[in-house]
């Protein structure tokens, strides 16, 4: 852990990782292990055997992209960017993508119809998210297209991912087990897990990890943070 994050988080970080523990939630297994994107976006994945004939899906962009710009990038990969909110719209289409980085002005659900995305407290923000986090609504919520990843492969034409990552601030749990039941195959999954919204328990994540272990997926890396985690597919 860095020594220069403060001793106050990193206490706070041990204590979460000593809970997840307890829980029976750990790391599974070693994977060689990089570092794509910077800052707030930086997410760790394994990208040994990615290739320009690779897929990736990024589903939440909001307005930092330098993950998907970074993994084309190093592997030459397709990287297929998803976010259905406004804000991450406007933002992302003033931008200039490069060949091989598309963006889809849609997102992910456990169907093919609507979600509708409370919006976040602060204007600047683009945390739009499908669960209620606060008691108090600020604004109405924005209705926004959501499609099954079934369909969306069908629509871009995949049969295999080479990874899929979500951070869809609290809708991964109404995804997870839409994804188990896919025929689309996911060799690697990367997820933001949001319990630490006050009305998403941690037991939700407990239980979506324990389902991705039962079909294959195993956990070769935990955060600092301990909300973002990479599976393998074994």
């Known amino acids: 852990m860095d020594d220069r994050v403060p001793l106050v988080r990193r206490l706070k ?3 979460r990782r ?4 307890r829980l029976g939630v750990r790391e599974r297994c070693d994977r060689p292990r990089t570092v794509l994107g910077s800052g707030s976006g930086a997410w760790t994945a394994c990208i040994d055997g990615l290739d320009e004939s690779s897929v ?11 993950f998907d710009l ?5 592997t030459g990969a397709q990287v297929h960017i998803f976010d259905p909110t406004p804000r991450s719209i406007e933002w992302i289409r003033s931008m200039d993508l490069p060949p091989g980085v598309e963006f889809h002005d849609y997102g992910i659900g456990a169907w093919d119809g609507t979600v509708d995305f409370h919006p976040p407290r602060r204007d600047t923000s683009s945390h739009f998210s499908p669960v209620r986090r606060y008691r108090h609504a600020s604004a109405p919520p924005v209705s926004a297209p959501v499609f099954r990843l079934v369909t ?3 629509r ?6 080479g990874i899929l990552k979500m951070d869809i601030e609290g809708g991964e749990y109404d995804v997870i087990p ?5 025929p689309v195959r996911v060799d690697q999954l990367l997820v933001e897990f949001h319990h630490a919204y006050s009305t998403i328990s941690i037991s939700r ?3 979506s990890i324990a389902a991705l272990e039962s079909i294959g997926f195993q956990c070769f890396h935990i955060s600092d943070r301990t909300y973002e985690f990479a599976f393998m597919r074994v």
Request: proline share 0%; with cysteine; glycine share 10%.
């Open 178 to 182: 839409d994804l188990l039941a896919c």
């Open 13 to 15: 970080q041990r204590f």
């Open 18 to 21: 000593g809970r997840l523990e």
């Open 56 to 66: 990736v899906y990024s589903f939440g962009a909001g307005t930092d992209v330098s």
């Open 70 to 74: 970074d993994v084309h990038r190093r």
């Open 152 to 154: 969306i492969a069908q």
């Open 156 to 161: 871009l034409g995949h049969e295999r991912i």
């Open 205 to 207: 994540t407990v239980e």
